[in-house]
């Protein structure tokens, strides 16, 4: 092939390449980003004669005020009729955001329900590199500024409704004839945690215990597991947000490995283990608005007795 040739070969290929990777961002920013799915997973962790106990999964919906696709598509989840709500934090991107949120949240707060907050619960998104994200978690930096959103107004909202604030605190809550105990803390990934709060070996007349953390961070996971508690739940990492076809993710976020970017899992620690479910919830930054073969999700966890097999589907 002549030299004039070779480079009209390059030029057709580098075309094609920018071609299908501005269809892939296209479709990452107008299509999948707002193609929301409930995910179902079936988790063995109740007593032995427990009735299913069905827990819908909510986290990092990173709303604003004008995401009304969002909001009615999260509202319709009360026609599922869980028997508990579990929210791992990151609701809010938008200081006028409350209202909007309760609206989608609507009856789902007539349910039991428990919450923690992530760092977009205190502080409005910024604009910043992308490339930090494809740092080692204990490479990034946070700048330590004050709340900047209504997360006061966002909690007695929560709370005025009955559900119940676990930011490094404890709780017991009584759920179709069950007793669960749960203990969770405020976001990892900006260090307000406080495991030493809520530290102890879990109680075993509670029909289950459950931690909740916002960002899953391994020394929370470890604090949770060495505890005892057979089921952790989190969120914050966006399952990724974008994955590689056949691959997966390439980052998340934070010191969790890849394999447990999203989904069902199991986390062991000092020869004992806990089922982690972690959520690749329902939204983005504003400043990133893309999702590649990650959509944005909520799940419906069926909870049954331990004799059953760990399974999840889409």
């Not at 070779?6 to 107008?30: D, E, I, M, S």
């Not at 609507?106 to 992530?118: E, K, T």
């Not at 080692?136 to 959103?149: E, F, I, N, T, V």
């Not at 406080?194 to 007349?205: F, H, L, N, Q, T």
Request: some cysteine; aromatic content about 8%.
């Amino acid at each position: 092939m002549s030299l004039s040739g070779l480079a009209t070969t390059t030029l057709k290929a580098t075309a094609v390449v920018g071609a299908v990777g501005a269809a892939c961002v296209a479709y990452a920013a107008a299509i999948e980003v707002r193609w929301f799915t409930l995910r179902r997973v079936t988790i063995p962790v109740l007593p032995e004669g427990s009735a299913p106990l069905r827990v819908l999964h909510l986290s990092d919906l990173h709303l604003m005020p004008t995401q009304e696709r969002k909001i009615s598509w999260v509202n319709d989840l009360a026609a599922l009729e869980p028997d508990l709500i579990v929210n791992t934090g990151d609701n809010l991107s938008h200081e006028r955001s409350v209202r909007p949120l309760l609206r989608a949240y609507g009856d789902l707060l007539d349910l039991p329900g428990v919450f923690v907050f992530g760092s977009n619960d205190y502080w409005k998104p910024h604009f910043k590199n992308p490339g930090k994200y494809l740092l080692p978690a204990h490479k990034q930096r946070h700048k330590p500024h004050g709340p900047d959103l209504p997360y006061e107004e966002m909690r007695r909202a929560f709370t005025g409704a009955g559900w119940t604030d676990l930011n490094n605190a404890k709780a017991t809550l009584k759920v179709n004839g069950l007793r669960l105990d749960f203990a969770g803390t405020d976001d990892p990934h900006i260090k307000r945690d406080r495991y030493d709060e809520v530290a102890g070996e879990i109680d075993p007349s509670a029909d289950l215990s459950i931690g909740v953390t916002h960002a899953p961070y391994q020394r929370v996971l470890n604090g949770f597991v060495g505890d005892g508690y057979p089921l952790v739940l989190a969120g914050h990492t966006h399952g990724g947000q974008l994955a590689v076809p056949l691959y997966g993710a390439l980052v998340t976020n934070c010191d969790l490995d890849t394999s447990r970017v999203k989904g069902l899992s199991t986390w062991g620690h000092n020869g004992r283990q806990a089922a982690l479910h972690v959520s690749a919830g329902l939204g983005t930054s504003p400043y990133a608005p893309v999702r590649f073969a990650c959509r944005p999700e909520a799940t419906l966890l069926t909870l049954v007795r331990r004799i059953n097999p760990i399974s999840s589907q889409p």
